[in-house]
């Protein structure tokens, strides 16, 4: 399974007039604003595919990547962008039968850098994180992949603790599905990883269908 169908300039369209679905609208809407906040710049859209307000699951990873960016990219947050991160998470949501629409897919920095976010950057992501909580009634489950989406998790949770309701949502950690935050010399260690990113996935499941 190829998660490549924004190379597709039929799907493609298709994303782009579902900009502002219902619902989307006030995810896409909350980005509009964000966009130049304090002169950060530019982040994407989440591509109509995903479950917006209906999401049950909220997939944190790091900052957008550059087949997201508008004019070389999508323009989305999809997981059907081109590029080997989105083809893997893809592949391991259907293989634990998750479906693009429970999904909503979010940056720990939201806005796009292409780079590992300072940790004052991951601290600006806090806010933008709440306030997509606030428009998920469905949440069940936060998937964090990588230590910067868990480092911001972190942060949140020290401004705001009363989020982290355990009766509300399970929060599930795990490694960035990226090849280089898998990849290690050592095999044992890198089948490790890989193993407890697969583990998660199923966690994820599991939850989602309790």
Known sequence: MLARRMADENFRTVQEQGRYAAHVRAINRMVDGLRDQDGRGWLPHVAPLHGGANARLLSVLRDPGPKVREGTGSGFLCIENDDPTAEQQLEAFAAVGIEPGEIMPWNAYPWYINRQPKASEREAGVEPLVRLIGLLP?????????????????????????????????????????????????????????????DAYRGVAEALNR
């Not at 469905?138 to 603790?161: E, F, H, M, N, S």
């Not at 990849?183 to 990113?197: K, L, T, Y």
């Open 138 to 198: 469905r949440l069940k489950v936060i998937l964090l992949q990588g230590g910067d989406a868990a480092d911001t998790w972190r942060r949140l949770l020290r401004r705001y603790p009363h989020i982290n309701v355990p009766s509300r949502f399970a929060v599930i950690s795990t490694y960035h599905p990226s090849r280089q935050a898998l990849w290690c010399a050592d095999p044992a260690v890198r089948h490790a990883r890989i193993q407890h990113r697969l």
